[in-house]
C-alpha cells in the first residue's frame, strides 16, 4: 500500500503493509492538503502517515472523515468537546496515520454521511470547513457587529463563506490576490476601519497583531489559526485597547448535534464554496508535487486535493 510520510530524504510516496489495529480499514476516496501537514514536514515528524482532511468508501457509500479521535466517556466528550477530550485522544493524519494513503484504519465513529448535493472527490473538505464553522460559531457575532477574517487560505475563505451563509457582511484581508478574488467571489469585501470582531485564520507570525491593529476598543480577536508555539501577542494594543481573546480549536457538537455534520450540509448547500477553493487535483503518485503546489500561494492554489 502506498502512502505519504516524512522521512529522513522528507516527504516520502512509501510501500506499507496494509493498515492493521483496532479500527475498520477503508478506502481512501480523496485528501486535501492543510498548512498543518507542511508544518509536521518541516518540523521532520516521522512515523505516521500524513492527512487528516479525508474522504473514504465503505459498503459502496463515501463517507467524510472526522479525524479527532476521542475517549468518548470524559466529562468534555459527554458534553461535546470531543476536541478537548482529556481521556485518550489523538488525531489521524497528526502522529497517527491518516489519509494521504490508498487505505486507512478509522474508527466507525469518524465516518459521517454526505448530505446529498456534496461530491465525493470534495468531501475531504469537510475537515476544514468544520474547523471555519467551529470558528464561526465561537466568534457569535452580533447582527450589528462589524466583522474581518484575516488569512486568505481555505479556512480564511470558508469562515466568510459561513458567515455570509448566516447573513453577516464580512470584510477579509488576504496576502495574495487570487485568494482576495475568491472572497469577493464569496460575497466578502476588503478590510477597512475597524472591526468589531476579527478573525486569526492565519496563524502567522504577524496575523494576531494585524487583528489587533483592525480590532475596536473592547473588541474580541477569535485566533482560530493553528500556533504550534508561543502565541506572538502584541501585548501593548491588546491591554491597551482591552481586547479579548476567544480560543477555537477543532469542532464539536452542541445540542448533540455534529459541526461536522453541518460543515458538510454547508458544503452542499453551497456548492460554489469547494468550486472556488479546490484549485488543483493531483494522484497519490505526484504527492511530492503536488506538496509543492500547495505551497506555492503566490502561483494560485488554495486548496490541493489528491486521489489514490
Avoid at 478509522?106 to 470547513?129: F, T
Avoid at 471555519?132 to 486568505?152: K, L, P
Wanted: glycine letters at 12%; aromatic letters at 6%.
Amino acid at each position: 500500500m502506498r502512502a505519504a510520510r516524512v522521512t529522513g530524504a522528507g516527504l516520502t510516496l512509501c510501500d506499507l503493509a496494509e493498515p492493521e489495529g483496532d479500527f475498520p480499514v477503508y478506502d481512501v476516496v480523496a485528501a486535501s492538503i492543510c498548512g498543518t501537514d507542511f508544518e509536521l514536514v518541516a518540523r521532520g515528524m516521522e512515523g505516521f502517515t500524513l492527512g487528516h482532511e479525508m474522504s473514504v468508501t465503505a459498503d459502496g457509500a463515501v463517507y467524510a472523515v472526522e479525524p479527532t479521535v476521542r475517549c468518548g466517556e470524559c466529562e468534555q466528550c459527554k458534553a461535546g468537546f470531543t476536541q478537548r477530550c482529556t481521556g485518550e485522544h489523538g488525531n489521524l493524519g497528526i502522529f497517527s496515520d491518516g489519509g494521504l494513503a490508498e487505505r486507512v484504519a478509522v474508527p466507525s465513529y469518524a465516518l459521517v454521511p454526505l448530505p446529498a448535493g456534496l461530491d465525493p472527490l470534495d468531501a475531504c473538505l469537510v475537515e476544514p470547513a468544520a474547523v471555519a464553522w467551529h470558528g464561526v460559531r465561537r466568534a457569535d457575532v452580533g447582527s450589528s457587529e462589524r466583522v474581518a477574517v484575516v488569512g486568505g487560505g481555505s479556512i480564511g475563505l470558508l469562515v466568510a463563506a459561513w458567515l455570509r451563509s448566516l447573513g453577516h457582511s464580512v470584510d477579509l484581508e488576504a496576502r495574495h490576490p487570487h485568494q482576495g478574488a475568491i472572497a469577493r467571489d464569496l460575497g466578502a469585501g476588503s478590510t477597512e476601519d475597524l472591526y468589531d470582531v476579527v478573525i486569526d485564520a492565519a496563524g502567522g507570525t504577524s496575523s494576531l497583531g494585524r487583528c489587533a491593529e483592525l480590532a475596536v476598543p473592547g473588541g474580541r480577536i477569535i485566533v482560530l489559526g493553528v500556533y504550534f508555539d508561543s502565541l506572538p501577542v502584541p501585548g501593548a494594543v491588546m491591554l491597551t485597547k482591552e481586547l479579548t481573546c476567544v480560543a477555537a480549536m477543532a469542532y464539536g457538537a452542541h445540542a448533540g448535534v455534529r459541526e461536522f455534520e453541518e460543515a458538510a450540509k454547508l458544503l452542499a448547500d453551497h456548492p460554489e464554496v469547494p468550486r472556488s477553493l479546490v484549485t488543483h487535483r493531483f494522484p497519490l503518485s505526484e504527492v511530492a508535487e503536488a506538496f509543492r503546489v500547495a505551497d506555492d500561494r503566490a502561483s494560485g492554489a488554495v486548496k490541493v486535493v489528491i486521489t489514490p
